[in-house]
């Protein structure tokens, strides 16, 4: 029985990895946070830890010796001064720990498309492109990449960084456009649809395709290298609106677009996954409307028991 460590475990990802882990047999911690009381899947052992606090990770690994360590924890969003702590001197708190106890598992950190910036071409960006983020916290993604490979360079730490795309699929939290329109659409309450900009396109893959390359690449993995993980296809948001406004049966709505400040503007974004395929053989099952309605779906149930707890 393999010992795995997934850390951020409570989020929509984490959450479908650990399953997949355990499916496997694997001997599963999570730490979050702040521990899950709904869904969580029972047979990991959870502990609640703030990657911020230097001492939280040493405690958590106390008493482990992983063989892996899935490194999901992060932030999206946040004052630039939260970003910086828990994307890159999270991952720092976690490196130290792990050479204070010389431990010495395979790493796989969780990276972002936001990492390259978005592009004006529909050609599909590879591994090799400039890292040109946008935003502070595709910089702080680029930090915490470089971090990782310094850690392998130096002392040998397998580090596998894998660049994930736009996810989306069920258990996706307010935040991210797909949730945030799917929560509106749940809502009879709601009598307008409020978006964000529309204009542009992205690279959307399933939580449970990205869950199943990062388990691929602790296989198979390069150390010392970043992976792509993405559809290699193109989808404008627009169409997102589209079609869950479709699976709502909303026709009532009329669709109000605010851009909120700092948002993304339009532009393009797609990702080259070859070198992952042909690392791993890894290739996405979910289609994006098989995706968007499986989200919708578990909004609509939540949603539902979440009205009925309180009248």
Known sequence: MRPVLVT????????QLISLLLERGDDVTALARTVPTVDAPPAATWLEADLRHEEAIDRALERLQPAVIFHLAGARGGSHGDLTAINVAGLSHLIGALARRGLRPRVIIAGSSAQYGLRQSSAPVAEAEALRAESWYG???NAQEALAFGAFRASGLETIAARLFNLIGPGQRAGLIAADIALQLVDPGTTELVVGATDGVRDFVDYRD?????LLLAETGEPGRAYNVASGSGTP???IIETLLERSLRNDLAIVERTAPGQAPGGQLIGDATALADATGWAPRHALDE????QFDVH???????ATRNP
């Open 291 to 294: 995706s968007l309605a499986d």
């Open 210 to 214: 990205a869950a199943r390359a990062l």
């Open 8 to 15: 951020g475990g409570s989020g929509a990802l984490g959450r």
């Open 300 to 306: 609509a149930r939540d949603w539902r028991d979440s």
């Open 139 to 141: 910089a702080t993604k």
């Open 237 to 239: 948001i627009r169409s």
